[in-house]
């Protein structure tokens, strides 16, 4: 499975900016997909999920309310509208698979993500 993630840029405090992720290749041996991010010398967090199988969703609370994370089937695509950005959420966001049918509480982690994008960046500045 490879995962294309575009969609980052310069935004104002309090805009928007949706990713995209486009998946290929073997993607109905998937379980779902995520978003997680990484800022400057922090670790890489997550931020939100899709689980496939009844459409669950989740989602970090410092993004709730304000992001939404969504699917396309028939592009194999996953999207994660943002609303509200602030300097806090400035990061690379790197968008993942996961590739065996972990329980729900495994989508926070990263370790239930067998595939991964390479990330794309979110500057949030004036």
């Known amino acids: 499975v490879q995962l294309q993630a575009y969609g980052g840029g310069l935004v104002q405090p309090g805009g928007s900016l949706r990713l995209s992720c486009a998946a290929s290749?073997?993607?109905?041996?998937?379980?779902?997909m995520g978003w997680f991010r990484q800022a400057p010398g922090k670790e890489r967090e997550f931020v939100a999920a899709?689980?496939?199988?009844?459409?669950?969703?989740y989602y970090a609370d410092s993004v709730k309310g304000r992001f939404t994370i969504s699917r396309d089937n028939a592009k194999n695509a996953v999207y994660l509208q943002m609303n509200g950005l602030t300097p806090e959420d400035t990061a690379v966001y790197y968008c993942?698979?996961?590739?065996?049918?972990?329980?729900?509480?495994?989508?926070?982690?990263?370790?239930?993500?067998?595939?991964w994008g390479q990330g794309t960046l979110v500057t949030v500045s004036s």
């Open positions: 993942a698979a996961v590739g065996r049918p972990y329980n729900s509480g495994s989508y926070y982690y990263d370790y239930a993500y067998e595939y």
């Open positions: 899709i689980r496939w199988k009844g459409g669950i969703l």
């Open positions: 290749g073997r993607t109905l041996s998937t379980y779902g």
